[in-house]
């Protein structure tokens, strides 16, 4: 019986969820298992997911029941204070079996990729603000501290546009039909060649 663990944060215990032929099942010390049958399984979305800046690798796979509530499942771990593992390894192979049991199971499952409409856009629109923001602070400044704060505004720009960027990239809405899930919404295993690169041998 495939399996897989993680832990969210420092507050929360490990979650492990395993696959039976009855259904989904959740096990987390001092909590109730929970079983979710895979034809109670209204979606599944999957998009990436830097939601601080030491997880920055972060996937999730996000289940949500016909009763409208949801389960994350995160392909990083909190294993210490400002420190989390990647477990691209084993969360590939249970999103992508989760994603045949329940399709299986359950015909009319959605399967989508990204995030909302409204929380992409509104990403969009909220990078477009603190750029905008950014250039007329600067602009402000007297000129004897520009030299200094162009080069700390280049940092933060070029840090945090790496990661906007991707996200931007990866996380467009949409769906898939079957149970072939689109690579960017994965996460990517060392050793392989990246999205970008393998776009790049195809076009040569």
Not at 40 to 60: E, G, M, S, T, V
């Amino acid at each position: 019986m495939s399996n897989y663990t993680f832990r969210k944060s420092a507050i929360e215990k490990a979650q492990r969820w395993e696959f039976s032929d009855q259904g989904l099942l959740c096990s987390q010390q001092g909590h109730h298992d929970i079983l979710i049958p895979y034809t109670k399984i209204q979606k599944i979305r999957l998009f990436y997911h830097p939601n601080n800046r030491y997880r920055l690798n972060n996937y999730c796979c996000k289940i949500t029941l016909q009763n409208q509530i949801h389960y994350d499942i995160y392909s990083c771990t909190y294993d210490g204070f400002a420190t989390f593992g990647d477990q691209s390894e084993t969360y590939i192979p249970f999103v992508k079996e989760l994603v045949q049991k329940v399709k299986a199971a359950n015909e009319d499952c959605k399967m989508i990729v990204g995030y909302t409409a409204p929380t992409y856009y509104g990403n969009i629109l909220f990078v477009v603000v603190a750029l905008s923001a950014l250039f007329l602070l600067f602009s402000w400044m007297p000129a004897g501290y520009r030299n200094f704060f162009i080069v700390i505004k280049l940092i933060v720009i070029v840090y945090m546009g790496i990661y906007l960027a991707k996200s931007i990239r990866v996380n467009k809405p949409g769906h898939f039909e079957g149970t072939e899930i689109p690579d960017r919404v994965l996460p990517q295993l060392s050793g392989f060649a990246t999205e970008d690169a393998q776009d790049f041998q195809r076009n040569k």
